[in-house]
Each structure stands twice: as C-alpha cells, then as structure tokens.
C-alpha cells in the first residue's frame, strides 16, 4: 500500500500562486509516475500534469506554462507549483501515485481562486 498526504491548498486571488505538495509513504519502492489531478464541481476528474521518476514531465494544454511539477525522489515527494492562476483552476487538487499496476490517491486538497 502506498499512502499521499497531500498539503499547500488555499484560497487565492486570481493572478496569485499556490504550491502544492504531496508526500508518499508505505510501499514507495517502485513508484513510477507521480502527478496531479484535478475535480471541480459537476465535472470529471481531468490530468493536470504528471512526472516520472526519470524526471519526464507531461502537462495539459489549460496548465503548460503557468504550472511547473516537480518531484524528489529521496524524499518521496513531488510539488506542483501553480503561477497566474486563474478562477477556472478552482477544483479538488488530487494527487496520485502509480506502482506497478496499482494507482494511489490522495485525500484530495481544495484550491479556490477568486476574481
């Protein structure tokens, strides 16, 4: 079992930054991809970027230039860094772990960005 605890949440202005952070623990031996999702009220849960333990990265469109994802691996974390939000990134910031053919997921943090 892989467990995430995820922190860096909050309520921002438009314009404004958030860093978010997420901490594996239990079985991290073999984690390959790391990243994050997001869920806002009424829709899907949608990728927002995700990096593996090589370092490669993916983004989506909507995010790509004004989120950065990062990951240390000795620490078993990876960040999400979130630049010029904007009212429509307002949703559950989950993150999610991938080991072997299993996905973990975290709690789940709110981000809320006003106009």
């Known amino acids: 079992q892989v467990q995430l605890v995820e922190s860096g949440g909050g309520l921002v202005q438009a314009g404004g930054s958030l860093r978010l952070s997420c901490a594996a623990s239990?079985?991290?031996?073999?984690?390959?991809?790391m990243g994050w999702y997001r869920q806002a009220p009424g829709k899907q849960r949608e990728l927002v970027a995700t990096v593996d333990k090589g370092g490669s990265t993916n983004y989506a469109d909507s995010v790509r230039g004004r989120f950065t994802i990062s990951r240390d691996n000795a620490k078993n974390t990876v960040y999400l860094q979130m630049n010029s939000l904007k009212p429509e990134d307002t949703a559950v910031y989950y993150c999610?772990?991938?080991?072997?053919?299993?996905?973990?997921w975290g709690q789940g943090t709110q981000v809320t960005v006003s106009s």
């Open positions: 999610n772990a991938n080991r072997l053919i299993l996905d973990y």
């Open positions: 239990g079985r991290v031996s073999g984690i390959n991809a």
